[in-house]
């Protein structure tokens, strides 16, 4: 009999790709002897193709459900992204109740197992309801899962709110992080949302596991401290990186950007992307173009509408904007022979693994952490919402394979910055002392996801509780 596990993703293509990364990883190692079901909360006014597009890509034991959309209106335009994702997720759990109650009523197709991701702890009410295990899959590095696990100790501890703290907040088997690089849920205001967030991680010693996108290899110190800590209730299994594998529609021959890496060097091009959801102001975007220019260096640009809004695009992968309108005036002419800028969806895996690409420019999004080590590119930090400055600390002081941009005073990355990080990254000594570093946590990655590594064993470990 073939095991049902169904998966419940929060909004937003960062939290739905490694959980298809997980799906191809388990139908691997059983040898196809699961089905999932991925059940898809949606929003009013965005559009689900792009995660359909994904979804169909997979192979034939894996089947999706998309739940009719919730309307999030009522909530203020200044509303947190967290909230919209927490409100989601909340907003559609009589659905998945009632999808649960479809899939049960016959005995063949009834779910075993609820995998859901960081912000889907509110399901597991439902989980028990239909006599379901429930695992967690945090698609955050083990660093912030340390944090998260902490929070409501901390929310104990201080009657104040965090922001007010002056040191440096420290955390069992993690390098300390600046107030200033502490994400919302840990310093925001103590308001009903932030108390919302408080609860919601109080429920991360309910699931029977937690699943984490990483390796020992690559968080040592904060794999053991949730093993030794009494604070970690749960089994943690380490089962990364998981990332995409390239492009499953496209070939090589279907993407000009790539047939442009082809023409240059190897090591010598800077890829650009702030990811699915980041988005820079128009100040800032002419910034970057300023920079880029000034290095001399090649670069392969995905360019997005601006906004005044870092996380603007979140909700919607979509892109489409022509860069004549928005970039600065002959700049495309004047790079034209060392620059490309895509305007569309770009292939970043594959991106990444080709052999031209040299460094990565990156808004520390966890997904494209794990890609750019899975394929050796040392990385420039530019963080902008979210645990992403945390991340950023992650790769600068623990895993010492990027360098950071620094924030001006006005809230910019000036393009003299830019410029000095990108020569240093492509150019310099710190750059070839990074990559020495990168080989190493390369061939960790590589080993931990091998018949016998690290993430591959954790993960048989927890298949072996699934029922059959």
Not at 91 to 100: C, E, F, H, N, V
Not at 122 to 135: G, L, N, Q, R, V
């Amino acid at each position: 009999m073939e095991a049902h596990i169904a998966i419940f993703p929060s909004p937003g293509m960062g939290h739905l790709i490694p959980l298809t990364g997980l799906a191809h990883r388990l139908l691997h190692l059983l040898h196809r002897r699961v089905f999932i079901t991925f059940i898809i909360p949606t929003t009013a006014g965005s559009s689900i193709k792009p995660q359909n597009d994904i979804l169909n890509a997979m192979p034939e034991n894996v089947s999706s459900i998309f739940l009719p959309p919730v309307d999030l209106n009522d909530l203020p335009q200044d509303a947190a992204m967290e909230t919209r994702i927490l409100l989601t997720v909340t907003r559609s759990l009589p659905a998945l109740r009632q999808t649960l109650v479809e899939l049960t009523r016959d005995s063949t197709k009834r779910p075993s197992t609820l995998v859901v991701d960081i912000f889907g702890p509110p399901s597991f009410e439902i989980a028990k309801e239909f006599d379901i295990s429930a695992y967690i899959f945090s698609t955050v590095s083990a660093m912030t899962l340390v944090t998260i696990f902490h929070v409501p100790l901390l929310d104990q501890m201080y009657a104040y709110e965090y922001r007010d703290l002056t040191e440096p907040l420290r955390f069992p088997g993690c390098v300390p992080i600046p107030r200033t690089d502490a994400p919302e849920s840990l310093i925001g205001k103590k308001n009903k949302a932030q108390k919302e967030k408080v609860e919601m991680f109080k429920m991360y010693n309910l699931p029977k596991g937690i699943l984490v996108n990483s390796s020992v290899e690559l968080e040592p110190g904060a794999f053991k401290a949730m093993e030794e800590g009494e604070w970690c209730k749960p089994d943690v299994f380490p089962v990364g990186p998981l990332i995409r594998t390239g492009s499953e529609q496209q070939t090589h021959d279907g993407f000009e950007c790539l047939k442009w890496l082809d023409k240059h060097p190897v090591g010598s091009v800077l890829f650009v992307s702030f990811g699915s959801g980041g988005t820079l102001s128009q100040k800032q975007l002419n910034e970057l173009a300023f920079g880029l220019e000034q290095s001399g260096q090649r670069f392969l640009w995905v360019i997005k509408c601006p906004n005044e809004k870092a996380n603007a695009g979140y909700f919607s992968a979509e892109n489409h904007v022509d860069p004549f309108t928005i970039l600065p005036d002959g700049f495309l002419d004047r790079v034209k022979d060392h620059g490309l800028v895509v305007s569309t969806w770009a292939p970043q895996v594959e991106i990444l693994g080709h052999g031209s690409t040299g460094g990565f420019l990156t808004h520390c999004g966890w997904n494209s952490i794990l890609e750019s080590i899975v394929n050796g590119v040392v990385m420039i930090a530019w963080p902008l919402f979210a645990d992403q400055k945390m991340n950023a600390v992650n790769l600068t002081d623990s895993l010492g394979v990027g360098c950071r941009v620094k924030v001006g005073e006005n809230g910019l990355v000036a393009r003299d910055e830019i410029e000095k990080c990108i020569r240093s990254l492509m150019e310099g000594e710190d750059g070839r002392k990074m990559r020495v570093k990168m080989e190493q946590l390369k061939e960790g990655v590589a080993m931990a996801l091998s018949q016998d590594g690290s993430s591959t064993t954790s993960l048989l470990d927890m298949a072996k509780k699934l029922d059959f």
